[in-house]
């Protein structure tokens, strides 16, 4: 297995040259964020993770926000639980909305959805992150989005590691994006995939810029500002 370190403000450069950052410059276009935020919040009492608000506004927002600062330009973001109330108050321009039915079989169902959204629109490569995880900010998403490099191409497996533990956010080239799909079922995602190909990740330590706890109880919105 590969690992990349970088210093607290990233490094590397960008697919084309260009050193993704929080400022503006930007990752190659042909690699797409899809952002999965889908879920209902079973352990929340049924309340969609999109729609928790955090700095005053829906989650779902402050997730596009982070890709777009890190560089992203080309989003999709993964809708299921209450799409329609998402869509009527969160503000996401510019994004491709892509409707899950499926959302309540698991975050699989909305992994595969998402990556389906994708074939066609010439990206090479997905740069996968969760709506519920408030702590990883565009520092981390960038140096994922440094690591992967133009030889690499659709062959790509890359992933933010904490503490030497792989995390989130995920970028798979598009050569990976069928089986992943094949093997993406209930909450597991792309776990199985990931652990068959282990060998083949480049893992980027993003611990010192990123804390990467989930929403998933009660006891979590306290991480919610």
Not at 13 to 27: F, I, L, N, T
Not at 32 to 53: E, I, N, T, V
Not at 112 to 135: I, K, Y
Not at 167 to 187: C, K, M, Q, S, Y
Request: some cysteine.
């Amino acid at each position: 297995m590969q690992a990349a370190d970088h210093g607290a403000h990233g490094g590397g450069q960008g697919a084309q040259g260009g050193s993704p950052d929080a400022h503006g410059g930007g990752p190659s276009p042909r690699i797409a964020a899809l952002l999965l935020a889908a879920g209902g919040g079973r352990r929340l009492g049924g309340r969609p993770k999109a729609l928790l608000l955090h700095r005053g506004r829906p989650l779902v927002e402050h997730a596009v926000a982070v890709l777009r600062a890190a560089g992203c330009s080309q989003i999709h973001v993964v809708l299921g639980a209450e799409a329609a109330s998402v869509r009527a108050r969160a503000e996401l321009p510019g994004c491709v909305l892509v409707d899950n039915p499926r959302w309540a079989d698991g975050m699989g169902s909305s992994l595969r959805a998402g990556l389906e959204s994708l074939v066609g629109t010439g990206a090479e490569a997905a740069l996968v992150s969760l709506v519920d995880q408030p702590g990883i900010g565009p520092e981390a998403v960038a140096r994922v989005l440094a690591a992967y490099g133009p030889t690499a191409a659709g062959k790509a497996l890359v992933a933010a590691a904490y503490g030497g533990e792989r995390g989130h956010p995920v970028l798979f080239g598009a050569e990976h994006w069928a089986g992943i799909a094949a093997t993406a079922t209930g909450d597991r995602g792309a776990r199985a995939y990931l652990k068959a190909h282990a060998e083949e990740i480049t893992l980027v330590e993003c611990g010192d810029v990123a804390r990467p706890y989930d929403i998933d109880t009660e006891a979590d919105l306290t991480h919610l500002e």
